[in-house]
C-alpha cells in the first residue's frame, strides 16, 4: 500500500467535501469557521475546521488525530483513505 501524506495545500472546504465519506455533515458555519457532525459510529462528533484557503499543517494534524480516534482508526490508515 502506498502511504500518503498529509497534504500541504488543503482548503477547509475541501477537507469537509472529503470527511463526507464518514458521515460528517456541515451543521453550521460561523465567520471563518464550519461545524461537520457525525453520527457514523452511534455517538454524534463534532468537529471545527477552519474555513480557509490552507489549513495549518498543525491544525490539520490535530484535527485528523481526533477523527481517527472517534473512528477508532489508525491515524496513517485515515491519511491513506481521504487522500
Same mark, same amino acid.
Given at each position: 500500500?502506498?502511504?500518503?501524506k !498529509?497534504?500541504?495545500?488543503l482548503?477547509?472546504?475541501?477537507?469537509?467535501? +472529503? +470527511?463526507?465519506k464518514?458521515g460528517? %455533515? !456541515?451543521?453550521?458555519?460561523?465567520?471563518?469557521? @464550519?461545524?461537520?457532525?457525525?453520527?457514523?459510529?452511534?455517538? $454524534?462528533? %463534532? @468537529?471545527?475546521?477552519?474555513?480557509?484557503?490552507? !489549513?495549518?499543517i498543525?491544525?490539520? *494534524?490535530?484535527i485528523?488525530?481526533? @477523527?481517527? &480516534?472517534? +473512528? %477508532?482508526? &489508525?491515524k %496513517? $490508515?485515515? !491519511? *491513506?483513505?481521504?487522500?
Amino acid at each position: 500500500m502506498r502511504m500518503h501524506k !498529509i497534504p500541504r495545500d488543503l482548503s477547509g472546504r475541501e477537507l469537509a467535501r +472529503l +470527511l463526507e465519506k464518514y458521515g460528517y %455533515k !456541515i451543521r453550521r458555519e460561523t465567520g471563518s469557521h @464550519i461545524r461537520l457532525v457525525s453520527t457514523l459510529k452511534d455517538e $454524534e462528533h %463534532k @468537529i471545527t475546521i477552519p474555513d480557509h484557503i490552507t !489549513i495549518k499543517i498543525g491544525t490539520l *494534524n490535530s484535527i485528523l488525530n481526533d @477523527i481517527a &480516534d472517534y +473512528l %477508532k482508526m &489508525d491515524k %496513517k $490508515e485515515l !491519511i *491513506n483513505k481521504l487522500f
